[in-house]
């Protein structure tokens, strides 16, 4: 859906308080978790202006944020594990 959040605690609100232990904790970890959330307000706010980009740029975007959001589980799945 158009302009729907993504965050991480969005994405993974069962996980919230192990993701504010390891933004916290885990310096590569926040910065990661920094650039996944900044890059999904991105994308929503040009989804909501009607995508002013170019289709290849906006895939490009939405890919980078699903790769992110991959390895961001990852480490949040080692860390409740």
Partial sequence: MLGEKHSLLNEFPQSAVIIKKLIKTDGEFAEAAKTYNSLDEEIRELELEGSPIDDELMHQKKS?????????YSHIQKAEA
């Fill in 64 to 72: 980078k944020r699903a790769a992110l959001k991959d390895s961001l």
